[in-house]
Protein backbone atom coordinates (compact mmCIF):
# COMPACT_ATOMS: atom_id res chain seq x y z
CA UNK A 1 0.00 0.00 0.00
CA UNK A 2 3.17 2.64 0.95
CA UNK A 3 4.62 1.57 -2.46
CA UNK A 4 0.63 2.70 -4.15
CA UNK A 5 0.59 5.61 -1.89
CA UNK A 6 4.00 6.93 -2.82
CA UNK A 7 3.05 6.40 -6.48
CA UNK A 8 0.19 8.12 -6.11
CA UNK A 9 2.38 11.34 -4.54
CA UNK A 10 3.72 11.12 -7.60
CA UNK A 11 1.17 11.38 -10.11
CA UNK A 12 -0.83 13.93 -8.43
CA UNK A 13 2.63 16.06 -8.22
CA UNK A 14 2.94 15.56 -12.11
CA UNK A 15 -1.05 16.24 -12.86
CA UNK A 16 -0.63 19.51 -10.47
CA UNK A 17 2.64 20.22 -12.04
CA UNK A 18 1.06 19.75 -15.94
CA UNK A 19 -2.46 21.17 -15.09
CA UNK A 20 -1.72 24.71 -12.82
CA UNK A 21 -3.44 27.54 -14.07
CA UNK A 22 -3.78 30.94 -12.62
CA UNK A 23 -6.78 33.25 -11.67
CA UNK A 24 -8.27 35.19 -14.96
CA UNK A 25 -8.52 37.87 -13.43
CA UNK A 26 -5.05 38.19 -11.81
CA UNK A 27 -2.75 36.79 -15.02
CA UNK A 28 -3.85 38.49 -18.04
CA UNK A 29 -2.02 36.36 -20.32
CA UNK A 30 -4.25 33.63 -19.33
CA UNK A 31 -7.45 36.18 -19.14
CA UNK A 32 -6.43 37.33 -23.26
CA UNK A 33 -5.97 33.42 -24.15
CA UNK A 34 -9.28 32.36 -22.83
CA UNK A 35 -11.34 35.69 -22.99
CA UNK A 36 -14.40 33.81 -24.19
CA UNK A 37 -13.75 31.51 -21.48
CA UNK A 38 -13.55 33.76 -18.15
CA UNK A 39 -16.96 34.94 -18.03
CA UNK A 40 -19.04 32.32 -16.46
CA UNK A 41 -22.41 34.28 -17.55
CA UNK A 42 -21.98 33.64 -21.25
CA UNK A 43 -21.10 30.03 -20.81
CA UNK A 44 -23.48 27.16 -21.87
CA UNK A 45 -24.58 25.55 -18.11
CA UNK A 46 -22.64 22.71 -18.86
CA UNK A 47 -19.40 24.52 -18.42
CA UNK A 48 -20.17 26.40 -15.44
CA UNK A 49 -18.40 26.04 -12.20
CA UNK A 50 -20.36 23.35 -10.12
CA UNK A 51 -19.70 25.27 -6.94
CA UNK A 52 -21.50 28.37 -6.00
CA UNK A 53 -19.07 31.61 -6.13
CA UNK A 54 -19.21 32.04 -2.55
CA UNK A 55 -17.51 28.79 -1.99
CA UNK A 56 -15.29 28.96 -5.35
CA UNK A 57 -13.28 30.87 -3.71
CA UNK A 58 -9.86 30.80 -5.76
CA UNK A 59 -12.48 29.24 -8.68
CA UNK A 60 -15.04 31.81 -8.96
CA UNK A 61 -15.05 32.20 -12.35
CA UNK A 62 -12.69 29.54 -13.34
CA UNK A 63 -11.75 28.02 -16.74
CA UNK A 64 -11.58 24.55 -15.83
CA UNK A 65 -13.33 22.46 -18.69
CA UNK A 66 -16.41 20.42 -17.88
CA UNK A 67 -14.19 17.24 -18.11
CA UNK A 68 -12.28 18.75 -14.81
CA UNK A 69 -12.45 19.63 -11.62
CA UNK A 70 -11.32 23.32 -10.22
CA UNK A 71 -9.04 22.74 -7.13
CA UNK A 72 -8.38 26.01 -5.39
CA UNK A 73 -5.18 27.31 -3.78
CA UNK A 74 -4.33 30.79 -2.00
CA UNK A 75 -4.33 33.21 -5.08
CA UNK A 76 -4.49 30.25 -8.26
CA UNK A 77 -6.55 27.37 -8.96
CA UNK A 78 -5.51 23.73 -11.01
CA UNK A 79 -7.71 22.49 -13.42
CA UNK A 80 -7.27 18.82 -13.09
CA UNK A 81 -9.18 16.07 -14.85
CA UNK A 82 -12.21 14.22 -12.93
CA UNK A 83 -10.10 10.85 -13.88
CA UNK A 84 -7.04 12.19 -11.80
CA UNK A 85 -8.98 13.26 -9.42
CA UNK A 86 -10.57 9.65 -8.95
CA UNK A 87 -7.24 8.50 -8.99
CA UNK A 88 -6.21 10.54 -6.29
CA UNK A 89 -9.12 9.59 -4.44
CA UNK A 90 -8.11 5.82 -4.55
CA UNK A 91 -4.91 6.28 -3.44
CA UNK A 92 -4.64 9.13 -0.82
CA UNK A 93 -4.27 8.19 2.72
CA UNK A 94 -7.80 7.21 4.11
CA UNK A 95 -9.50 6.95 7.58
CA UNK A 96 -10.94 3.78 9.44
CA UNK A 97 -14.61 4.57 9.48
CA UNK A 98 -15.79 1.48 10.91
CA UNK A 99 -13.94 0.96 14.46
CA UNK A 100 -16.93 0.62 16.70
CA UNK A 101 -19.79 0.63 14.59
CA UNK A 102 -22.97 -0.97 14.62
CA UNK A 103 -22.76 -4.74 13.46
CA UNK A 104 -24.99 -8.00 12.31
CA UNK A 105 -24.78 -11.52 10.74
CA UNK A 106 -26.96 -14.06 9.03
CA UNK A 107 -27.11 -16.31 11.54
CA UNK A 108 -25.91 -16.32 15.32
CA UNK A 109 -23.14 -19.23 16.65
CA UNK A 110 -22.45 -19.96 20.11
CA UNK A 111 -19.08 -20.57 21.19
CA UNK A 112 -19.72 -21.71 24.56
CA UNK A 113 -17.86 -18.76 26.27
CA UNK A 114 -14.47 -20.03 24.93
CA UNK A 115 -13.70 -17.09 22.80
CA UNK A 116 -15.67 -13.75 21.80
CA UNK A 117 -17.51 -14.52 18.93
CA UNK A 118 -19.85 -11.61 18.52
CA UNK A 119 -20.86 -9.29 15.44
CA UNK A 120 -19.04 -6.69 17.64
CA UNK A 121 -16.33 -8.47 17.47
CA UNK A 122 -15.63 -7.67 14.05
CA UNK A 123 -15.06 -3.59 14.63
CA UNK A 124 -13.75 -3.72 18.26
CA UNK A 125 -10.17 -3.05 17.33
CA UNK A 126 -8.85 -6.39 18.90
CA UNK A 127 -7.10 -9.06 16.45
CA UNK A 128 -6.32 -11.61 19.11
CA UNK A 129 -6.67 -15.72 18.91
CA UNK A 130 -10.27 -15.38 20.84
CA UNK A 131 -11.99 -12.75 19.50
CA UNK A 132 -14.00 -12.90 16.17
CA UNK A 133 -17.54 -12.62 14.48
CA UNK A 134 -18.50 -16.21 13.87
CA UNK A 135 -21.71 -17.08 11.87
CA UNK A 136 -23.26 -20.86 11.55
CA UNK A 137 -22.78 -22.94 8.79
CA UNK A 138 -24.83 -21.43 5.93
CA UNK A 139 -23.79 -21.64 2.10
CA UNK A 140 -23.70 -17.97 2.13
CA UNK A 141 -22.91 -16.38 5.51
CA UNK A 142 -22.95 -12.51 5.83
CA UNK A 143 -21.86 -10.11 8.06
CA UNK A 144 -21.99 -6.40 7.69
CA UNK A 145 -21.12 -3.13 9.52
CA UNK A 146 -23.28 -0.09 9.46
CA UNK A 147 -21.35 3.10 9.32
CA UNK A 148 -24.18 5.41 10.92
CA UNK A 149 -24.05 7.92 7.28
CA UNK A 150 -22.76 7.40 3.61
CA UNK A 151 -19.04 7.57 3.32
CA UNK A 152 -16.96 6.96 -0.32
CA UNK A 153 -15.24 3.93 0.37
CA UNK A 154 -11.70 3.00 -0.27
CA UNK A 155 -10.65 0.12 0.77
CA UNK A 156 -11.43 -3.23 3.17
CA UNK A 157 -8.61 -5.01 5.18
CA UNK A 158 -10.01 -8.26 6.96
CA UNK A 159 -7.74 -9.92 9.40
CA UNK A 160 -9.01 -13.83 8.99
CA UNK A 161 -9.61 -15.83 12.31
CA UNK A 162 -5.74 -16.36 14.02
CA UNK A 163 -6.16 -19.22 15.93
CA UNK A 164 -6.86 -22.14 13.98
CA UNK A 165 -9.01 -22.76 10.38
CA UNK A 166 -8.06 -20.03 8.18
CA UNK A 167 -8.99 -21.94 5.15
CA UNK A 168 -12.55 -21.91 6.02
CA UNK A 169 -12.71 -18.95 3.66
CA UNK A 170 -12.39 -19.87 0.34
CA UNK A 171 -14.11 -16.60 -1.65
CA UNK A 172 -15.72 -13.51 -0.14
CA UNK A 173 -17.66 -10.81 -1.78
CA UNK A 174 -17.63 -7.36 -0.35
CA UNK A 175 -20.69 -4.93 -1.20
CA UNK A 176 -21.38 -1.03 -0.11
CA UNK A 177 -24.58 0.38 -0.40
CA UNK A 178 -27.47 1.27 1.65
CA UNK A 179 -29.19 -1.50 2.54
CA UNK A 180 -28.41 -5.01 3.10
CA UNK A 181 -30.19 -6.05 -0.30
CA UNK A 182 -27.20 -7.16 -2.20
CA UNK A 183 -28.79 -6.56 -5.48
CA UNK A 184 -29.08 -2.49 -4.55
CA UNK A 185 -25.37 -2.59 -3.53
CA UNK A 186 -22.57 -2.42 -5.38
CA UNK A 187 -19.39 -4.54 -5.15
CA UNK A 188 -16.09 -2.82 -4.12
CA UNK A 189 -13.97 -6.30 -4.87
CA UNK A 190 -13.53 -9.84 -4.00
CA UNK A 191 -11.19 -12.44 -2.60
CA UNK A 192 -10.54 -15.57 -3.88
CA UNK A 193 -8.65 -18.06 -1.49
CA UNK A 194 -8.72 -19.80 0.09
CA UNK A 195 -7.25 -17.96 2.88
CA UNK A 196 -5.06 -19.22 5.42
CA UNK A 197 -4.81 -18.56 9.67
CA UNK A 198 -4.58 -14.99 10.36
CA UNK A 199 -4.38 -13.89 6.97
CA UNK A 200 -4.78 -10.20 6.10
CA UNK A 201 -6.86 -9.51 3.24
CA UNK A 202 -6.47 -6.34 1.97
CA UNK A 203 -9.97 -5.33 -1.02
CA UNK A 204 -9.42 -2.23 -2.73
CA UNK A 205 -12.73 -0.72 -4.27
CA UNK A 206 -11.28 0.91 -7.47
CA UNK A 207 -15.11 2.34 -7.60
CA UNK A 208 -15.20 3.74 -4.70
CA UNK A 209 -18.31 3.02 -4.31
CA UNK A 210 -20.55 5.24 -1.51
CA UNK A 211 -22.63 3.82 1.28
CA UNK A 212 -22.86 3.83 5.05
CA UNK A 213 -23.47 -0.42 5.17
CA UNK A 214 -20.63 -2.75 4.30
CA UNK A 215 -21.46 -6.09 3.60
CA UNK A 216 -18.73 -9.46 4.07
CA UNK A 217 -20.22 -12.69 2.10
CA UNK A 218 -18.58 -15.64 2.75
CA UNK A 219 -19.45 -18.15 -0.45
CA UNK A 220 -19.25 -21.74 -0.76
CA UNK A 221 -19.67 -24.92 -2.73
CA UNK A 222 -20.87 -26.39 0.95
CA UNK A 223 -22.30 -25.21 3.93
CA UNK A 224 -19.54 -23.56 6.13
CA UNK A 225 -18.91 -21.16 9.10
CA UNK A 226 -17.90 -17.41 7.84
CA UNK A 227 -15.38 -15.96 10.81
CA UNK A 228 -13.04 -13.14 10.65
CA UNK A 229 -11.11 -11.42 13.53
CA UNK A 230 -11.28 -8.19 12.28
CA UNK A 231 -12.81 -5.95 9.68
CA UNK A 232 -11.70 -2.44 8.60
CA UNK A 233 -13.27 -0.24 6.25
CA UNK A 234 -11.42 2.88 5.02
CA UNK A 235 -13.21 6.00 3.22
CA UNK A 236 -11.58 9.14 1.52
CA1 LIG B 1 -11.84 -8.08 16.65
Known amino acids: MADNQHEGSRYVAATIARNVGRHPSSISRFENKNQA????????????????????????????????????????????????????????????????????????FDCHNVVVCKP??????????????HTNTEREPFWWVNLGQVYKIQKVVSTNRIHCCGDRLTKMLIHVG???????????????????????IVILCN???????????????????????????YAV
Open 37 to 108: RSDVKDLPWSKRPPITSDLAGSCKGHACTVSEICIPQSQTYTCVLLLEVFVQWRTRKASLVSQNKGTGQSTP
Open 120 to 133: GAGVDGIKEFNNMF
Open 178 to 200: TSLDTSQMELCGQFIGPAVTGQV
Open 207 to 233: TLPEGQVVKLTSVNTASEVFHLAEVEV
